[in-house]
């Protein structure tokens, strides 16, 4: 068998082209997908010499099976989602060990202290209303730190775990909260409300944390995408 023979910039260009048309949009899965077709090609080409370029990337191509990359991209959303949920988790443990635990302690006083001095249904409403305008807030800067146009990565695209914290403060003040437990919980069990609201409050923050350094990572690995 010969030495492979490393790929021109022109075939690595139409090896980006090829991925693209087998509709993968994601650019860090572009170049995983890129970097290992080039691999293979090289291998297949040193195994026949007299093979095309061409011919070598269909025969590499058909290994992926009926479905194409699709398989692949499939593969890739779940081990996404298992990070996510994995460093969510991390971010979520972190509030409570010091130092950050000091803080998460002081906010749960602070939501204790205003269930007992405001109204219960008040303090359900500010409670709500400042949780929806904080996932507002953390959703516009979600959409303000996307890559460039032109570069979509398969991390933030597929980050549903922050989507799925932001607002769920929101609703477990309006409807679990409110619905649900203020009208069946007797006497001191209410103090489960502002601590409910007070959990509710750190899944959000560990949400955020986690996004930032998944953000990080990715304009670590990915520049050219935030450019």
């Not at 023979?5 to 991925?19: E, G, H, R, S, Y």
């Not at 010091?98 to 204790?112: M, T, W």
């Not at 209303?129 to 996932?135: E, I, V």
């Not at 549903?160 to 069946?184: D, E």
């Amino acid at each position: 068998m010969h030495t492979p023979t490393p790929l021109t910039d022109a075939q690595i260009d139409t090896l980006f082209n090829f991925v693209k048309k087998k509709n993968v949009d994601y650019y860090d899965l572009q170049l995983e997908l890129v970097d290992h077709l080039a691999s293979e090609v090289e291998q297949q080409m040193a195994t026949e010499p007299t093979v095309s370029f061409e011919a070598a990337l269909q025969k590499v191509y058909a290994r992926f099976g009926i479905f194409g990359f699709t398989v692949v991209m499939e593969q890739k959303k779940e081990a996404l989602a298992r990070r996510d949920r994995r460093v969510w988790w991390k971010h979520l443990k972190e509030l409570f060990r010091l130092p950050l635990l000091i803080s998460s302690g002081l906010g749960a006083l602070l939501l204790c202290v205003a269930f007992d001095y405001l109204d219960a249904s008040t303090f359900l409403t500010l409670n709500g209303s400042l949780a929806g305008a904080a996932g507002v807030a953390a959703t516009v800067y979600f959409y303000k730190s996307q890559p460039q146009k032109g570069y979509k990565l398969s991390m933030i695209q597929y980050y549903r775990l922050l989507q799925a914290v932001l607002f769920f403060n929101s609703y477990q003040s309006f409807f679990i909260s409110y619905k649900l437990l203020l009208p069946t919980l007797p006497g001191g069990w209410l103090l489960l409300i502002p601590l409910l609201c007070w959990l509710s409050w750190l899944f959000m923050v560990a949400g955020m944390l986690a996004y930032q350094a998944l953000l990080r990572e990715q304009q670590r690995l990915y520049p050219l995408a935030f450019a």
